[in-house]
């Protein structure tokens, strides 16, 4: 079992930027995967990026590749998303989310393939 905490939402201006932490408690192994989605009110889950724990290679969604980049800290368990040049589109619930066995459907952000979610940071952008 696996469980997600993510932290780091706020409220920032346009252009600005943020980063958000996802902490993972339980068992992330080297076939893991963690990742990042988000949902604007009256939309369905996003896709972001998503990190394969045993390569490190990273994957994005074009609507956001350039703009935020993926990382992690392997001794805290702790994936992070770095966004930049924020824009009021970006406003949304995001989420961290891990399979335990990463695959191509994970990294092309399958939202069924991700078993473990965490309870969502708000990130609200003004304009």
């Known amino acids: 079992q696996v469980q997600l905490v993510e932290s780091g939402g706020g409220l920032v201006q346009a252009g600005d930027s943020l980063r958000l932490s996802c902490a993972a408690s339980?068992?992330?192994?080297?076939?893991?995967?963690m990742g990042w989605f988000r949902q604007a009110p009256g939309k369905e889950r996003e896709f972001l990026s998503v990190l394969d724990w045993s390569s490190g290679k990273k994957y994005y969604a074009d609507s956001v590749k350039g703009r935020f980049t993926i990382s992690r800290d392997n001794a805290k368990n702790t994936v992070y998303l770095q966004m930049n040049r924020l824009q009021p589109e970006d406003t949304a619930v995001y989420y961290c989310?891990?399979?335990?066995?990463?695959?191509?459907?994970?990294?092309?952000?399958?939202?069924?393939?991700?078993?473990?979610w965490g309870q969502g940071t708000q990130v609200t952008v003004s304009s």
């Open positions: 989310a891990a399979v335990d066995v990463s695959g191509p459907s994970a990294h092309i952000g399958v939202f069924d393939e991700y078993t473990y």
């Open positions: 339980g068992r992330i192994t080297s076939s893991s995967a």
